[in-house]
């Protein structure tokens, strides 16, 4: 399998189908929840407010063609509403939070949707037509960025939230040989995109856009992924024999952690960057550049004050023993 190829499969995660209550344990901070009828729930993003997730999930068998629905999930009441009609594949199961954690802007085959959470109903919001991939707000909220490919080219698009209005566009070549995969986007402000992109032959540099001077620089040769927290960019970078963790400080580079297990990363709350790779998950504390909580759960992510949430098959749990857990099965009792 190609290392593109490899990336895509580990980022399939966790299931779909409408699951039946269930109780609660006993710690007011102990969360557990078993999709019934499920196979894959994948792309689990979740609030820094309050114990609800959006989580994509799926009747079908991991694969690289498979596709879930939005689903939100309050943990704490275990309400679900399922956003039909606006499948996702796994290769573009981008989640964004804005800043009031209330609303949730999401990709889908159909476009890009945003969500308000104080809505009873919930009826998502059309905010760009068409399919996307990759997904980024900037800091302030007020712009989006993501990447529209039309035949040989992909354009990464910088829009203003508020009026839809293109302020930047960048047409680039898409040449790549293997399979494309992993279209991070990440701003740090509101006028720098950091991106991969696919306009080299056996390579995806990582690359930062300046969206007043519309300039573009290389930031390094070959990336595997990235993400951003607070305390700034991190990316995957090819070291050849191992991946490395680095960290974009200004316009140096700093080596952060070795890598070597893993080849995916999400941004996972204000400090909190998930790892996945072919044998588990972890977390990069970019507080104090350490790589946490390594398990053989599917991913992880992180919940309101900096709780846990493992993600094993179709079950999401703030224990770790869901992740020696069977990868499929019925609701807990």
């Not at 007011?28 to 309050?50: C, F, M, N, P, W």
């Not at 009747?59 to 939005?70: I, K, M, Q």
């Not at 390094?220 to 991190?234: I, M, Q, R």
Request: glycine share 8%; aromatic share 8%.
């Amino acid at each position: 399998m190609s290392r593109v190829g490899e990336r895509f499969a580990i980022f399939v995660l966790l299931a779909s189908g409408i699951a039946s209550a269930l109780p609660r344990l006993l710690s007011a901070q102990d969360y557990r929840y078993t999709a019934d009828h499920a196979k894959l729930i994948y792309g689990v993003s979740a609030s820094a407010h309050e114990p609800t997730v959006l989580a994509f999930v799926s009747g079908e068998n991991e694969g690289e063609d498979v596709s879930g629905t939005p689903t939100i999930i309050d943990l704490q009441t275990l309400r679900e509403t399922a956003l039909r009609k606006l499948e996702t594949m796994a290769i573009d199961a981008n989640v964004v939070w804005t800043n009031d954690q209330r609303h949730v802007v999401f990709e889908s085959l159909s476009g890009i949707f945003e969500v308000n959470l104080d809505e009873k109903a919930a009826m998502p919001k059309k905010l760009v037509s068409g399919q996307t991939h990759g997904l980024a707000l900037s800091q302030s909220g007020s712009r989006m960025a993501y990447w529209n490919m039309e035949g040989g080219a992909i354009d990464l698009i910088v829009r203003e939230v508020a009026t839809s209005r293109t302020v930047r566009a960048w047409k680039l070549p898409f040449v790549y040989g293997g399979d494309a995969s992993g279209f991070e986007i990440a701003f740090i402000g509101d006028d720098a995109v950091y991106a991969r992109t696919f306009d080299k032959m056996d390579a995806t540099p990582l690359k930062r856009f300046d969206v007043q001077s519309g300039k573009s620089q290389t930031i390094v040769s070959d990336c595997f992924s990235l993400a951003s927290s607070e305390n700034g960019l991190y990316f995957i970078a090819n070291g050849g024999r191992s991946q490395m963790i680095d960290k974009l400080d200004g316009t140096s580079v700093i080596l952060i952690a070795n890598a070597q297990h893993y080849l995916m990363m999400r941004s996972s709350g204000r400090k909190w960057i998930a790892l996945k790779g072919s044998s588990g998950s972890a977390l990069l504390d970019t507080g104090t550049g350490q790589i946490i909580n390594e398990t053989k759960c599917d991913e992880v992510a992180v919940l309101a004050g900096d709780l846990m949430l493992y993600v094993k098959g179709n079950s999401l749990s703030t224990s770790t023993a869901v992740c020696v857990a069977p990868r499929s099965g019925h609701a807990h009792k």
